[in-house]
Nanobody
Framework: VQLQASGGGLVQTGGSLRLSCAAS????????MGWYRQAPGKERALVAS???????TYADSVKGRFTISRDNAKSTVYLQMNSLKPEDTAVYLC?????????WGQGTQVTVSS
């Protein structure tokens, strides 16, 4: 499986970005998908996840600002990020979990300027 993340960039505080992660292969609809982020010098951390049933989970730091969604017909998971803050600056990676097997995308850089 390949996970291709896109949509990152440079944005000012308060701005918005929409990340996309397109997955190759089959069975996307039954996979759990997640977005993680890793800032320099920090550990990788969960941002949001979505189950095959559409149940979502968010890190406390992004609740109310970020929304994860999925389009099974396009095998794509999205992360809508609003009201961005400088502390949201990181490489954002998507993750697929299917039958206990994990796959990571290559990441996309998000930089929020103050």
């Amino acid at each position: 499986v390949q996970l291709q993340a896109s949509g990152g960039g440079l944005v000012q505080t308060g701005g918005s970005l929409r990340l996309s992660c397109a997955a190759s292969g089959s069975m996307f609809s039954i996979a759990m998908m997640g977005w993680y982020r890793q800032a320099p010098g920090k550990e990788r951390a969960l941002v949001a996840s979505i189950t095959s049933q559409g149940t979502t989970t968010y890190a406390d730091s992004v609740k109310g600002r970020f929304t994860i969604s999925r389009d099974n017909a396009k095998s794509t998971v999205y992360l809508q990020m609003n009201s961005l803050k400088p502390e949201d600056t990181a490489v954002y990676l998507c993750k697929r979990t299917l039958f206990g097997r994990i796959a990571w995308g290559q990441g996309t850089q998000v930089t929020v300027s103050s």
